[in-house]
């Protein structure tokens, strides 16, 4: 079950499990977990995992899978010693040193994530722990060092655009902007649809004096990052640079609003990292990146904090909104179905059903989702709004009698 897949985060996170547990029931309780983990179910992962450790005191795979979700949840500490516990067994088991380097790199323990990162890179042909040890090396202001990671990573394979946009960024820190546009361009190439190699392309056009063709990129950059102050501020300066005073302005005006509240999300999610199992910090976190728009995230976020508190039905309220709101209509009404299975009562969950029936023309059921949330709550404020807005619609809907038509 070795599957090798990665995932880029400040370094690369690795997914993988290793094989030929010795127990079977605890292998097929790795299986579950792996599901569970997949589906971002933490805490059914975790059970799973418990389960299988259980039957098997040494099962890696299990540790594997504890370090992976308790990075997720960003409980740091615990997956430092999961990954631990996996070398400890298994000490070439692939991808937990350079999951452990991961986590130290979480933490800020930079020379500790360099240890392990070497690690990985010495038992295996993979590009990635060698960009994670040039990430790991900035972070440390070793420029040369980095670099020549990056390199490392791009003579292993010349395809790997997380170190090519390493090595972009390395020369663009310092100073040299037409080598970092040379790497920004391969990467650009491999991978035209890549949401952050837009405001690369951006900004490095921008630096270099080519304006025109940094506003295209910029723009594309707004696309993918809408909330993105940093985007819409190089995008602005753009628009100046080419004399669109009407569209600078607007964008610029845009960017100091974006600013005020990416800072306050900012200090929340420093918040998070530093007290992770904080349930009231993880709310507000999620809340705000859920009014922000940044709806990927918020999910995230939310998940997250679902796993501190599972029946926590408000949340769960607010998960299913999001869903709604990014187009994820099915996951939407499960959560909203699953928030009624455990309180018939809840008046929004309800609501939020007959928006949805009604929004795909299932007029009956919708009717039949609203009478129920008036049933339960005929004085709640979200039922009598709903019923001064059907009793509005209605009467637009009715022709006056007698009158002039004139």
């Not at 009014?291 to 998940?303: M, Q, S, V």
């Not at 929004?348 to 039949?368: C, F, K, N």
């Amino acid at each position: 079950m070795r599957d090798g897949v990665a995932v880029v985060w400040a370094a690369v996170f690795v997914l993988s499990c290793g094989d030929r547990p010795p127990d079977p029931h605890a292998a097929a309780m790795v299986v579950h977990a792996q599901d569970a983990l997949r589906n971002r179910a933490y805490n059914e992962a975790l059970a799973w995992a418990d389960s299988a450790l259980v039957l098997d005191g040494r099962n890696t795979d299990a540790q594997f899978i504890r370090g992976r979700m308790f990075f997720e949840l960003g409980q740091l500490e615990k997956s430092q010693r999961a990954y631990e516990m996996v070398l400890q067994n298994e000490p070439d088991y692939p991808g937990a040193s350079h999951n452990l380097g991961n986590a130290f790199f979480g933490q800020s323990q930079y020379r500790q994530a360099l240890r392990a990162f070497r690690r990985e890179a010495s038992s295996g042909t993979r590009p990635n722990p060698f960009h994670a040890m040039g990430a790991t090396f900035a972070r440390l202001s070793e420029p040369d060092s980095a670099r020549d990671a990056y390199r490392r990573a791009i003579g292993m394979d010349s395809t790997y655009i997380p170190a090519l946009v390493g090595l972009a960024e390395h020369y663009e820190a310092s100073g040299e902007f037409a080598t970092a546009l040379v790497y920004a361009k391969r990467a650009q190439a491999l991978r035209p649809d890549h949401a952050g190699g837009h405001y690369l392309m951006g900004r490095l056009l921008a630096r270099q004096g080519e304006y025109e063709a940094a506003v295209s990129y910029l723009e594309q950059g707004t696309r993918d990052f809408p909330w993105d102050h940093s985007i819409l501020y190089a995008l602005g300066q753009a628009y100046q640079e080419t004399g669109q005073m009407e569209e600078a302005v607007p964008t610029l005006v845009a960017a100091d609003s974006s600013r005020v509240v990416a800072q306050k999300i900012d200090r929340l999610a420093t918040t998070v990292l530093n007290y992770p199992t904080n349930f009231e910090q993880r709310i507000l976190y999620a809340g705000e990146l859920h009014d922000a728009g940044r709806l990927d995230e918020a999910i995230r976020a939310y998940l997250i904090a679902l796993a501190l508190r599972p029946h926590n039905l408000n949340l769960q309220n607010n998960l299913g909104a999001a869903y709604m709101q990014r187009g994820d209509t099915a996951l939407a009404v499960a959560r909203y179905r699953r928030i009624l299975a455990q309180d018939s009562t809840y008046v929004i969950a309800w609501l939020s059903l007959g928006w949805h029936y009604w929004r795909t023309e299932d007029r009956q059921a919708a009717v039949d989702a609203w009478a129920a949330a008036a049933r339960h709550g005929p004085a709640h404020p979200a039922v009598l709004s709903l019923r001064s807005y059907l009793t509005a619609a209605a009467e637009r809907r009715t022709p006056a009698l007698g009158g002039s038509t004139n």
